[in-house]
Structure formats: structure tokens, C-alpha cells
T-cell receptor, first 111, second 114 residues
Framework: DAGVTQSPTHLIKTRGQHVTLRCSPI?????VSWYQQVLGQGPQFIFQYYEKEERGRGNFPDRFSARQFPNYSSELNVNALLLGDSALYLC??????????FGPGTRLTVT | QQQVKQSPQSLIVQKGGISIINCAYENTAFDYFPWYQQFPGKGPALLIAIRPDVSEKKEGRFTISFNKSAKQFSLHIMDSQPGDSATYFCAAKNSGGSNYKLTFGKGTLLTVNP
């Protein structure tokens, strides 16, 4: 079975721009979560969606938003990018329990 | 507020030795405790996980020991190999509902020397 896929792999943006990151969960998984991982730190929870509904939101500003589509894929949007948004953005999918399987991530660099 | 404290930050072990990484938590509502392994440039991979009603779980060379009263859990890697060199993260999930938010420790960089 294919694992979690994320696109793009790498992205370079300028401060103030907007970015959209995409995630496709493992087939049969209905929950998608997004995490931000700054270099040298553990992942920080941003959002969780289950059956297209938001089930959790982490301590991130309103510039961060997400949605889940009928096919369970998901998008993470970040507006008005700041230098501090530079990080590895990880998507994780779950079937119906707490076991979460992460994708390879999208490396975002804001200049 | 760091809810999951992980130690040590880095660890060097000889091939064939035992690697031990420790985590402590504060929130007694946590009910699921996974360990992840992350190689440079990759996403974290789920290694092994435990629930608080069990004191130990073993999968191959990896063992989780869990002490509910002390609010501590640890990962033991037996017969450590150079291929185990990676960053390891402990994590914890709150009980209840379908909110799967994981709170991660800061990670331990493990180096296994040949």
C-alpha cells in the first residue's frame, strides 16, 4: 500500500506570500493531521480533520487554515508568510484510532 | 509549557549495546504513548506504542517500559545497530473522542558506532 504522500517536496516563498501544501492519506484512512517541525525540535500539532470536519486545532495563528476533501485528501494554507514559518510541514493519517502515519513532509523556506 | 520531557538530547552507543531514551509527562489525561524514529530528510516513522494499562511492550529489538505512577516511559533498543542511528521522539495523546493530537518530546539524536 502507498504511504502518505505530500506535495510539493520543497518550496521557497517570500515573506508576505501565501502557500498551499497538499496531502493524500493512506487508502482507507479518514483522518488527516498537520504538524509543523522546526529544525531540531519535535513536531507541533496544527490541525486534525476527521471525515472532513475539524477535530482539533493547535496553538497557531489564524494565518494557518486547512480543509479536507471528500476523498480525504487535505490542504494546509498559510497566509502572510513570516520568516518563522520556515519549517518541515508534516501530514499524518489515521484509520480510526490514534496510530498516526507520517508522510515525508514539505520543506518550506521563507526568505 | 512542555508537556512531554525527553532525555537525553543525544546518545552515543556502541554496536551491540543497549540504547535507552526516557520521557516524562505531566498530563494524566494522556492515554496513548508512541515512539517515532526519524531519519534526516524523512518524516517520522511509528516504531512502537503503548497504552497506560500495560507496563511493558516488546516488538523485536524495541521495548517500551511504562511507569504510570511515576508518569514516565522509556524506549529500550537492544543490540543497537549503526542503522538505528536516527532521531527518536516520544509522544503522547489525550484521551477522549476522535482528537488524535500528539504532543511530542524534543527528540534524542542516537548515534550507534560500528
Amino acid at each position: 500500500d502507498a504511504g502518505v504522500t505530500q506535495s510539493p517536496t520543497h518550496l521557497i516563498k517570500t515573506r508576505g506570500q501565501h502557500v498551499t501544501l497538499r496531502c493524500s492519506p493512506i487508502s482507507g484512512h479518514k483522518s488527516v493531521s498537520w504538524y509543523q517541525q522546526v529544525l531540531g525540535q519535535g513536531p507541533q500539532f496544527i490541525f486534525q480533520y476527521y471525515e472532513k470536519e475539524e477535530r482539533g486545532r493547535g496553538n497557531f495563528p489564524d494565518r494557518f487554515s486547512a480543509r479536507q476533501f471528500p476523498n480525504y485528501s487535505s490542504e494546509l494554507n498559510v497566509n502572510a508568510l513570516l520568516l518563522g514559518d520556515s519549517a518541515l510541514y508534516l501530514c499524518a493519517s489515521s484509520r480510526a484510532g490514534p496510530e498516526q502515519y507520517f508522510g515525508p513532509g514539505t520543506r518550506l523556506t521563507v526568505t | 509549557q512542555q508537556q512531554v520531557k525527553q532525555s537525553p538530547q543525544s546518545l552515543i552507543v556502541q554496536k551491540g549495546g543497549i540504547s535507552i531514551i526516557n520521557c516524562a509527562y505531566e498530563n494524566t489525561a494522556f492515554d496513548y504513548f508512541p515512539w517515532y524514529q526519524q531519519f534526516p530528510g524523512k518524516g517520522p516513522a511509528l516504531l512502537i506504542a503503548i497504552r497506560p494499562d500495560v507496563s511493558e511492550k516488546k516488538e523485536g529489538r524495541f521495548t517500551i517500559s511504562f511507569n504510570k505512577s511515576a508518569k514516565q516511559f522509556s524506549l529500550h533498543i537492544m543490540d543497537s545497530q549503526p542503522g538505528d542511528s536516527a532521531t527518536y521522539f516520544c509522544a503522547a495523546k489525550n484521551s477522549g473522542g476522535s482528537n488524535y493530537k500528539l504532543t511530542f518530546g524534543k527528540g534524542t539524536l542516537l548515534t550507534v558506532n560500528p
